[in-house]
């Protein structure tokens, strides 16, 4: 960016297999070069173990890649998901908070399967979980694509609704991390805090608190937002003087043989605006 009008398109929202996407970063960032897009950001679920590959990618695919992270924290076990953006993925602190979170997420997902064997009989293993999250972090979509596999749920939704919800007959609680911690990782990090997808949050009134607690951004545009909320939150942000970001949040199916990356999108302004606000902006 050389000081010139910024133009292209940006998906700031995206899983690797990494996390608990289907795609490789390298085939995230071919389908966004075939998109057509001028930038995308990896954000996988509390790792950034996908980053180093995406970078690769990008410049291979001549795709600006933008480091990033999506932290799971709670309030009174409501969920709230927060996107950190350009940070330094090589932060000791940061990956030394990071390997606490993944292993706890393997005894969480040890204990799911167990519960899920012995008060339903089900014929699932935790290696068969293991084999979903290929390399990566081990979250609840994996078990939810176990349970897909041996046609005991429709999709991953059923599997949600049913048994690995919050208050679900298998959910077990996840590492302990506030908001407020998530944040301060981040920014210790380098990065741009931003609240993910507010209109998914489980109670709308959380929002406020969370304004307060130092987010930079609001990802006002999301694939399961609605028209409304997507304007409700692009006025909300620029109410209170935060950045407007959005994504596709991109777990890599494929629909007519072409993953979600690019369907939601914002303007390179937005990146700049990011990378301006980042204590870490090396990377393009």
Same mark, same amino acid.
Do not use: W
């Given at each position: &960016?050389?000081?010139? &009008?910024?133009?292209?398109? /940006?998906?700031?929202?995206?899983?690797?297999?990494?996390?608990?996407? $289907?795609?490789?970063?390298?085939?995230?960032?071919?389908? /966004?070069?075939?998109?057509?897009?001028?930038?995308?950001?990896?954000?996988?679920?509390?790792?950034?173990?996908?980053?180093? +590959?995406?970078?690769?990618?990008?410049?291979?695919?001549?795709?600006?890649?933008?480091?990033?992270?999506?932290?799971?924290?709670?309030?009174?076990?409501? *969920?709230?998901?927060?996107?950190?953006?350009?940070?330094?993925?090589?932060?000791?602190?940061?990956?030394?908070? @990071?390997?606490?979170?993944? *292993?706890?997420?393997?005894?969480? /997902?040890?204990?799911?399967?167990?519960? $899920?064997?012995?008060?339903?009989?089900?014929?699932?293993?935790?290696?068969?979980? $293991?084999?979903?999250?290929?390399?990566?972090?081990?979250?609840?979509?994996?078990?939810?694509?176990?349970? &897909?596999?041996?046609?005991?749920?429709?999709?991953?939704?059923?599997?949600?609704?049913?048994?690995?919800?919050?208050?679900?007959?298998?959910?077990? #609680?996840?590492?302990?991390?506030?908001?407020? *911690?998530?944040? #301060?990782?981040? +920014?210790?990090?380098?990065?741009?805090?931003?609240?993910?997808?507010?209109? $998914? @949050?489980?109670?709308?009134?959380?929002?406020?608190?969370?304004?307060?607690?130092?987010?930079?951004?609001?990802?006002?545009?999301?694939?399961?937002?609605?028209?409304? +909320?997507?304007?409700?939150?692009?006025?909300?942000?620029?109410?209170?003087? @935060?950045?407007?970001?959005?994504?596709?949040?991109?777990?890599? #199916?494929?629909?007519?043989?072409?993953?979600?990356?690019?369907?939601?999108?914002?303007? &390179?302004?937005?990146?700049?605006?990011?990378?301006?606000?980042?204590?870490?902006?090396?990377? *393009?």
């Amino acid at each position: &960016m050389n000081g010139k &009008m910024p133009v292209g398109r /940006a998906d700031l929202h995206n899983h690797t297999t990494a996390s608990d996407g $289907l795609l490789t970063s390298t085939q995230l960032i071919g389908y /966004a070069a075939q998109k057509g897009l001028e930038a995308v950001a990896i954000t996988d679920h509390d790792t950034t173990n996908g980053i180093e +590959e995406g970078l690769e990618a990008g410049r291979k695919y001549h795709v600006a890649v933008i480091p990033g992270i999506e932290l799971n924290t709670q309030i009174d076990r409501k *969920e709230i998901h927060i996107l950190g953006y350009f940070i330094n993925f090589h932060s000791s602190d940061l990956q030394g908070h @990071l390997v606490k979170i993944r *292993e706890a997420r393997e005894i969480r /997902a040890k204990k799911m399967v167990k519960k $899920l064997v012995e008060r339903y009989g089900f014929d699932i293993t935790y290696d068969e979980v $293991l084999l979903q999250a290929k390399s990566g972090g081990v979250g609840r979509p994996h078990i939810a694509r176990v349970l &897909m596999a041996k046609g005991i749920v429709r999709d991953v939704a059923e599997a949600f609704e049913k048994y690995l919800g919050t208050d679900c007959p298998a959910y077990v #609680e996840r590492f302990p991390i506030s908001p407020r *911690e998530g944040i #301060e990782l981040i +920014e210790k990090a380098g990065g741009v805090p931003v609240l993910a997808h507010p209109g $998914l @949050l489980p109670d709308p009134d959380l929002v406020d608190p969370l304004l307060k607690m130092g987010i930079k951004g609001i990802e006002a545009f999301h694939s399961k937002h609605t028209q409304q +909320e997507s304007l409700r939150y692009s006025d909300l942000a620029l109410q209170n003087g @935060l950045l407007v970001t959005g994504g596709s949040d991109c777990h890599g #199916e494929l629909y007519g043989g072409m993953p979600i990356i690019g369907d939601v999108t914002v303007g &390179m302004d937005v990146v700049q605006a990011l990378k301006s606000l980042s204590a870490y902006p090396e990377y *393009e």
